[in-house]
């Protein structure tokens, strides 16, 4: 789906984007603070991070062989801090669009449910009505069947 063709959709992206940043800046600022934050959820993804951006870039470029240096703490608690922001920042997003979804489909089960109900209910207004046809129809036969059967007056 391409955002920037739908207006709401962008409008919706950027209002979760704007409220998802002071929870993510919040959660970096404890990973900043925070040694075990800092040592086992900020640093790993930012070196794997590294490690395959600069991979990318030396195949690009042409060089195989050569070795990457991780990146110094400091740096790569930054770049943690900002990954693990976009990540909250995109798990929000995804649940906003799931919560949506999900809110689509019930009212789509619901109108469907209401939809059946009606189907139903004309279905069963046929059957009566069928019913009352034919017992009209058999009283309607019974009187002609009466007038054909009384004796007509001559006249002397």
Same mark, same amino acid.
């Given at each position: 789906?391409?955002?920037?063709?739908? !207006?709401?959709?962008?409008?919706? #992206?950027?209002?979760?984007?704007?409220?998802?940043?002071?929870? /993510?800046?919040? @959660? $970096?600022?404890?990973?900043?603070? &925070?040694?075990?934050? $800092?040592? +086992? @959820?900020?640093l790993?993804?930012?070196q794997? #991070?590294?490690?395959?951006?600069?991979? %990318?870039?030396?195949?690009?470029?042409?060089?195989?062989?050569? %070795?990457?240096k !991780?990146?110094?703490?400091d740096?790569? %608690?930054e770049?943690? /801090?900002?990954?693990?922001?976009?990540?909250?920042?995109?798990?929000?997003?995804?649940?906003?669009?799931?919560?949506? +979804?999900?809110?689509?489909?019930?009212n789509a089960?619901? $109108?469907?449910?209401e939809?059946?109900?009606?189907?139903? &209910?004309?279905q069963?207004?046929?059957?009566?009505?069928?019913?009352?046809?034919? %017992?009209?129809d /058999?009283?309607l036969?019974?009187?002609?069947?009466?007038?054909? &059967? #009384?004796p007509? !007056?001559?006249? $002397?």
């Open positions: 789906m391409v955002v920037g063709a739908f !207006p709401i959709a962008k409008l919706l #992206y950027l209002g979760v984007r704007q409220m998802g940043k002071p929870v /993510a800046n919040r @959660i $970096k600022a404890g990973a900043r603070r &925070s040694e075990f934050f $800092k040592t +086992y @959820i900020c790993p993804p930012a794997i #991070y590294h490690w395959v951006e600069m991979r %990318t870039k030396m195949r690009i470029m042409g060089f195989r062989g050569s %070795t990457i !991780p990146l110094n703490e740096a790569a %608690t770049l943690g /801090a900002e990954l693990l922001g976009e990540a909250i920042i995109f798990i929000i997003g995804g649940g906003c669009m799931l919560l949506e +979804y999900s809110r689509q489909a019930a089960r619901h $109108k469907e449910e939809q059946n109900e009606t189907i139903i &209910s004309l069963t207004q046929i059957g009566e009505l069928a019913l009352t046809t034919e %017992t009209l /058999a009283q036969r019974e009187m002609n069947r009466l007038l054909l &059967s #009384y007509v !007056p001559t006249k $002397k």
